[in-house]
């Protein structure tokens, strides 16, 4: 791998299921590596906080992934399963006294909080066992006093990074506080692995939420004490619903397991995010690898982004006409008739396709060709009603000769009582589907079972 080579993760903590915010994540880290020459897109999970991460959080999703296509290189890295490395890079950092113990309690700790805040400072850490010689500290350790690590924050320092989304940033180190890398527990602080595993991971470019910006200053620190190198961060602003409030249960389904269920595709999802936050003028359905070509940093935009329910079904519709007719009929397998065979099923699909958003929309035209035909709505009863005399007497002869073969039908009725156009077709749609909306008339009708299409307009002879 030359050192110029790409490489993105997606550092999901697994608490929860993946939800539209953390997928645009996943997407953004994934199409930069593979917008690369040699680009790698990494997973890791960040389970570092046992008490919150849940195993089957990490199956669902991985699964998640898999379905939208998002695949990562290598076995993905565990935070549970490293304390040895952080251990060893927390061993560095306190050999050179870059960090120190801390035996202030959350009492001294919160009091120190309340007197720095009443006197309009911001609350930050006072120093006190910075200065603690080494004797003292030595004899406290002795005597089994528990102790947090803190990070020595150099003084007189300003933190520069370039964001790639927000641009240049200074934060003076003076604005940090020495902050603790290991708690007295002996659990290192989530930021403190999230870095070291960048940097053992080699990654390049790190897409992330603009909830870690606040992190990254200290990040930064951490990894040049270290002396290891430290990835490009990207903070990605939130992702809102249309009324600007953060994504959650009000704006519908937003987690991932909760769109699949209802049948969107992954092409919508991802098509739909691709444009969340990150400006395109693209505007067709594109596959993941032409997202990748079209994938550009500079495009990603600092204001929040907003996901909108009208664009997801947009994209739907969009994704479900690009479907391959195989993958159109897996995409509805559990709602076709068991008793179709494969060419029925494949012409049904072929037939009503055109008419689907959802899977569930499929029903209705199960019962049309299949069922029991609902009753008719108000227009089509309005048609039926309308009809011009003995229209459908002459179709129902029309079709004890000609059977399902629409065509046929409709000329003889129009040689027989010359009717046409909307005159001839609306009647004869409403009477054999129940509704004036729908799929072509020709290849629906020839799945209609035999003697269905003249049952159906002999109700009205
Ligand atoms: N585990 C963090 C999260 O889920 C990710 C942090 C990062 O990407 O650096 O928010």
């Known amino acids: 791998m030359s050192a110029a080579a790409v490489v993105t993760r997606f550092a999901p903590s697994p608490s929860g299921e993946l939800h ?92 120190q909080r309340r007197a720095q805040l009443a006197a309009g400072q911001p609350p930050r850490y006072a120093g006190t066992c910075r200065h603690l010689d080494l004797a003292q500290r030595a004899a406290r350790l002795a005597a ?31 604005e940090l ?16 692995c999230n870095a070291v595993d960048d940097a053992d991971s080699g990654v390049t470019h790190a897409l992330r939420g603009d909830d870690h910006l606040a992190n990254t200053p200290r990040q930064l620190l951490i990894l040049a004490a270290l002396g290891l190198p430290a990835p490009r961060y990207g ?8 009324d600007g409030s953060p994504l959650s249960k009000r704006h519908g389904a937003t987690t991932l397991r909760e769109l699949r269920e209802a049948g969107v595709l992954p092409a919508a999802v991802l098509n739909l995010l691709f444009r969340l936050g990150h400006s395109s003028s693209e505007p067709a359905l594109l ?13 990603l935009q600092r204001a929040p982004a907003q996901f909108d329910a009208a664009q997801l079904l947009h994209w739907q519709r969009e994704a479900v006409q690009a479907l391959s007719p195989g993958a159109a009929v897996a995409w509805l397998q559990t709602r076709l008739p068991a008793h179709l065979d494969e060419d029925t099923r494949a012409a ?27 009753p008719a709505d108000a227009e089509a009863q309005a048609a039926i009603d309308g009809a011009l005399p003995g229209l459908f007497a002459a179709a129902a002869a029309a079709a004890e000769v000609h059977g399902n073969d629409f065509k046929a039908i409709a000329d003889v009725v129009r ?20 509704r004036l909306q729908g799929p072509e008339l020709a290849p629906l009708l020839r799945l ?11 109700r009205f002879t």
């Open 144 to 174: 089994g006093e528990p102790a947090a690590l803190r990070f020595a924050v150099p003084t007189g320092q300003v933190l520069q990074f370039d964001d790639l989304v927000h641009g240049p940033r200074a934060v003076p180190a003076s």
């Open 20 to 111: 539209l915010g953390n997928v645009r994540t996943a997407l953004f880290n994934a199409l930069q590596a593979l917008h690369a020459p040699d680009g790698r897109f990494l997973l890791r999970i960040e389970d570092s906080d046992g008490a919150r991460s849940q195993e089957h959080f990490v199956t669902a999703l991985q699964a998640d992934l898999h379905w939208l296509g998002l695949n990562w290189a290598d076995v993905p890295l565990r935070q549970s399963q490293r304390h040895e490395q952080y251990n060893a890079h927390l061993g560095q950092l306190l050999a050179r006294d870059q960090v120190y113990p801390c035996f202030c309690s959350t009492a001294t700790l919160e009091a």
């Open 287 to 299: 596959s993941l690898a032409q997202m990748a070509q079209a994938f550009d940093l500079t495009h």
């Open 235 to 242: 903070h990605l602003s939130l992702l809102t619903g249309a």
């Open 177 to 192: 506080g020495d902050f603790i890398v290991r708690r007295a527990d002996g659990s290192p602080a989530f930021f403190f």
């Open 448 to 458: 209609f079972p035999a003697g269905v299409v003249r049952q159906r307009l002999e």
């Open 415 to 434: 040689a027989a009582i010359g009717a046409k156009g909307p005159a001839l077709f609306k009647p004869l749609r409403a009477a054999l589907t129940a």
């Open 348 to 374: 049904f699909v072929a037939a009503v396709r055109p008419n689907l958003v959802y899977p569930a929309d499929l029903a209705e035209w199960v019962a049309v060709v299949f069922g029991e035909l609902p």
